[in-house]
């Protein structure tokens, strides 16, 4: 059984920074990619990156391009989302989730598997 757990989420003062985690337990990663979503209150829930863990290749959306960076620890089976330049647009429940493709998605039906949230919360 495939559990993603995020960590990192918080507050912080618009303009600055925060690095989220999910670590990934429960099977090999190597063909799966991983997304990070977030959802804001009262809103849609939104894509906000993708990584394919075997080559590393990556999508962000455009609200985010430039801002924030998705990578990866093979080693620690571990995600990261960097996020710089924080606005308090920003502000949402970070979820992390995997599907068992190289094939990067940005719609949530694509994803089999998601972790609990992570609250980041961006004060202007």
């Known amino acids: 059984q495939v559990q993603l757990v995020e960590s990192g989420g918080g507050l912080v003062q618009a303009g600055g920074s925060l690095r989220l985690s999910c670590a990934a337990s429960g099977r090999t990663f190597n063909n799966y990619a991983v997304g990070w979503f977030r959802q804001a209150p009262g809103k849609e829930p939104e894509f906000v990156a993708a990584i394919s863990w075997s080559d590393g290749n990556t999508y962000y959306a455009d609200s985010v391009k430039g801002r924030f960076t998705i990578s990866r620890d093979n080693a620690k089976n571990t995600v990261y989302l960097q996020m710089n330049s924080l606005k308090p647009e920003d502000t949402a429940v970070y979820y992390c989730?995997?599907?068992?493709?190289?094939?990067?998605?940005?719609?949530?039906?694509?994803?089999?598997?998601w972790g609990q949230g992570t609250q980041v919360t961006v004060s202007s």
């Open positions: 989730a995997a599907r068992p493709s190289r094939i990067l998605r940005i719609t949530q039906a694509s994803y089999d598997y």
